[in-house]
């Protein structure tokens, strides 16, 4: 089972950046996945987590409105599209497979990915 977070990078305030997690060795379809975020000095937290059916989708406060997550079964791969970046967002951001059941702790995230660095800075 391998994880490959790719798409982060430096972008001025206001910017975009989508986020990609694709899959290896499994089909991301079964499962919920969900994108982490961990800035320095700050604990691990949810940003946004889809059901293995889409029907479910969480979004934490600080980001509703301007991120959006998606799934693409067929490329095996789930997005994360932030928009309206703020400096507040840097933060290194991890994809995450959750094995069973649903919900946003990270803790009950089986398989994680080697992470993403955002840096939202002019």
């Known amino acids: 089972v391998q994880l490959q977070a790719s798409g982060g990078g430096l972008v001025e305030p206001g910017g975009s950046l989508r986020l990609s997690c694709a899959a290896s060795?499994?089909?991301?379809?079964?499962?919920?996945i969900g994108w982490f975020r961990q800035a320095p000095g700050k604990e691990r937290e949810a940003v946004s987590c889809i059901s293995s059916s889409g029907d479910d989708i969480y979004y934490s406060d600080a980001v509703k409105g301007r991120f959006t997550i998606s799934r693409d079964n067929a490329k095996n791969v789930v997005y994360l599209q932030m928009n309206s970046l703020k400096p507040e967002d840097t933060a290194v951001y991890y994809c995450?497979?959750?094995?069973?059941?649903?919900?946003?702790?990270?803790?009950?995230?089986?398989?994680w990915g080697q992470g993403t660095q955002v840096t939202v800075s002019s």
């Open positions: 995450a497979v959750r094995t069973t059941g649903w919900g946003h702790r990270a803790q009950e995230y089986a398989y």
């Open positions: 060795g499994f089909s991301l379809d079964d499962y919920a």
